[in-house]
C-alpha cells in the first residue's frame, strides 16, 4: 500500500489530522518534523540555528528519501517539503499527496501565539507569512494528487480525506 502524505501550509493541521487519518485506518503514522529532530537529536528550531534554513532542508530531503521506501504509513510533512521539487519528486507517482487547503484568515489565526515555528519568529510575522502562503499555495496545489479543505474540525477532515483518497485509489483501480 502507499503512503498517504499529508502537505501544507504552517497550521494546516497535517499532524492532527494525520494522527486521526491513522487511528481511523489503522495505519502507522509519522510526523515529519519529529522523525527529523529524532534524527538530529535537536529540535527544528536549534537545526535552523546551528545549520541555517539550508542544513534543514538537507534533512528534511534526506527524510523524505527514507519515508518514500516505506509503505502503508499516514506522514504529516513539513510545510516546507513540497515547496522543493527534489522532496515532490521522491513521492510522485509512487504516494498519494494530499493537501489540506486552509484559508490564510484561519492560518493565521490559529498561529496567532506561535513561538517554536522559526519561520514565523520576525517582527513583521503577519506580512511575512502572507507573501510566504500566496509564493506556496500554487507548489502546493501542483505537487498535490488531491485536496481537501482543512478549516473544519479535524475529525471531519480526517474522514473527508479518507473518503476523498479511496475515491482517488477507485479511479486508478488501486485496491485498499
Ligand atoms: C516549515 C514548517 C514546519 C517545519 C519548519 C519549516 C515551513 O512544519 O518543518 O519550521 O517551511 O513551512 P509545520 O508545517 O508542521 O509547522
Do not use: W
Not at 527529523?36 to 530531503?61: C, N, P, T, Y
Not at 499527496?97 to 513561538?115: A, Q, S
Amino acid at each position: 500500500m502507499d503512503n498517504i502524505i499529508l502537505c501544507g501550509f504552517m497550521g494546516c493541521g497535517k499532524s492532527t489530522v494525520g494522527k486521526l487519518i491513522a487511528k481511523k485506518t489503522g495505519s502507522g503514522f509519522v510526523d515529519m518534523d519529529a522523525y527529523i529532530e529524532e534524527k538530529a537529536g535537536m529540535k527544528v528550531s536549534q537545526i535552523f540555528d546551528k545549520l541555517g534554513e539550508d542544513g534543514f532542508r538537507d534533512m528534511e530531503h534526506e527524510a523524505c528519501r527514507e519515508l518514500s521506501v516505506k509503505k502503508g504509513l499516514v506522514i504529516a510533512s513539513g510545510g516546507g517539503a513540497f515547496t522543493f521539487e527534489r522532496n515532490t519528486e521522491v513521492f510522485r507517482g509512487k504516494d498519494l499527496i494530499v493537501l489540506l487547503d486552509v484559508p490564510l484568515d484561519v492560518i493565521r489565526y490559529r498561529l496567532r501565539n506561535d513561538k517554536v515555528r522559526p519561520l514565523l519568529q520576525r517582527p513583521d510575522r503577519d506580512r511575512a507569512m502572507s507573501e510566504l502562503y500566496e509564493k506556496r499555495l500554487p507548489l502546493y496545489r501542483s505537487a498535490a494528487d488531491l485536496s481537501v479543505t482543512g478549516a473544519n474540525n479535524p475529525s471531519k477532515t480526517a474522514c473527508e480525506v479518507i473518503e476523498a483518497v479511496k475515491k482517488f485509489r477507485q479511479r486508478s483501480g488501486v485496491m485498499d
